[in-house]
């Protein structure tokens, strides 16, 4: 049974009502990493690892939601929205987004359950978040943008779940295509679709199931490095609003001024801008080896320089990279500290390189990786179930 199967069975079985369904994508992101928040350039895609929700409104101010995949319910009113940690404090806190707007949303009955893997970075929040935002609008008929919807979500993550990310990836839930990555601008928030028609290579995510606990605040102290930055040039150029607007140049007329450690934050983030400019074009010329390499330069700099990597991410790396031409590149993917490397991996190689990677990794950290093919799929949307 798809995810979309299991909620529609339970959902009728539980409420007896004939359901809305939806699918909310989780997301790859091909190149630009921590950019998002620095107003530069991102390019990820919606993935086929997804949450589907089944929904009805139940006439009542009450939300009632049933987690298939953690066999749990949860009820709430709209004047009793908390933060924290728990699947339903996202959901409460796309309700007090609509809530904030004015909009007169009512309770729902909901079921939802998917196959993204929690914490190994797909944004599997952000699928929920845009997942039950897009119920919420289709339900209620509020008419509200995708973009709005995006950022309902994106502040959602910020006050209830404390994690002060970018908007990278609840756009890229919203907006994605099935054959396409989105090149993002952050500061305009306008994106372009790269075409991806990937004809000889899989799109291949590694697990290395590693769960860092610190992660959320080891995210806003890389944020809060990068802020530090900007005020510091800002007192020489003004018309600096984020390091999109900064150049290295800039960056070293404040070395004498900051900590090293902001600095090499500084300096990564305004390299990886303008990497993901130039992977832009690579891909666009079709040249895959060249986006991979840049791929590999991203990956060694959010291991030095960022400091978001893990010994796992890193041995997975080293070993895409002695691999051999096969493995057009390979780097961790999203916010770090942990999670899946995503890999651009010849087809006809794919096996060799799984049962190597596999070996060797259960050799050194006597834990097994998993393994995920995916494909690019469309953004949030409404389905229904075939027969
Ligand atoms: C997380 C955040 C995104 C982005 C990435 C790093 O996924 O939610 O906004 O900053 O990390 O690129």
Redesign the pocket.
């Known amino acids: 049974m798809t995810p979309l199967q299991s909620v529609d069975a339970v959902f009728k079985g539980k409420f007896n009502n004939e359901p809305f369904l939806i699918v909310a994508p989780g997301r790859i ?1 091909l190149m ?6 620095n107003n530069g350039f ?1 390019m990820p895609a919606a993935v086929d690892k997804h949450i589907a929700f089944a929904a009805a409104p139940n006439g009542t101010d009450q939300f009632n939601v049933y987690s298939l995949d953690f066999n749990e319910s949860f009820s709430f009113h709209l004047s009793q929205l908390k933060p924290g940690n728990h699947w339903s404090n996202y959901m409460m806190g796309v309700a007090g987004g609509f809530k904030q707007q004015g909009l007169p949303l009512a309770g729902i009955d909901c079921v939802f359950g998917g196959n993204i893997p929690t914490g190994a ?1 797909l ?1 599997s929040s ?1 699928a929920l978040c845009c997942g039950i935002g897009f119920v919420f609008n289709e339900l209620f008929h509020f008419n509200l943008t995708r973009l709005q919807l995006a950022k309902i979500a994106q502040r959602a ?1 910020h006050e209830f779940a404390g ?1 002060r ?5 609840q756009y890229a839930s919203l907006f994605g295509l099935a054959n396409a990555a989105l090149m993002l601008d952050c500061r305009s928030l306008q994106h372009e679709y790269l075409p991806i028609r990937f004809q000889e290579v899989e799109i291949l995510l590694i697990d290395t199931n590693v769960k860092h606990e610190l992660a959320s605040s080891a ?1 806003n102290q890389r944020r809060a490095a990068c802020e530090e930055g900007v005020s510091m040039i800002q007192k020489n150029k003004p018309t600096v609003q984020s390091l999109r607007d900064a150049d290295l140049n800039d960056l070293e007329m404040i070395q004498p001024l900051v900590s090293p450690d902001v600095f090499s934050k500084c300096q990564f983030i305004i390299q990886e801008i303008a990497r993901t400019q130039q992977a832009a074009q690579l891909l666009k010329a079709h040249d895959l080896a060249g986006f991979g390499k840049k791929m590999f330069e991203t990956h060694w700099g959010l291991s030095k320089k960022y400091e978001v990597s893990c010994s796992e991410s890193d041995f997975l790396v080293k070993l895409a990279e002695n691999f051999g031409s096969e493995v057009v590149g390979a780097r961790q993917m ?3 500290f942990g999670g899946c490397t995503i890999n651009l991996v010849n087809k006809a190689a794919v096996q060799k390189y799984t049962s190597k990677v596999k070996a060797e990794y259960v050799a050194s950290f006597k834990k097994e990786p998993d393994f995920y093919s995916v494909m690019l799929m469309q953004g949030v949307h409404a389905e229904s179930i075939t027969p």
Do not use: K, L, Q
């Open positions: 992101n630009g990493e921590h950019t998002d928040y991102v970075g944004s952000a993550e994690v990310c970018g908007i990278m990836d995210y999203g916010g770090g």
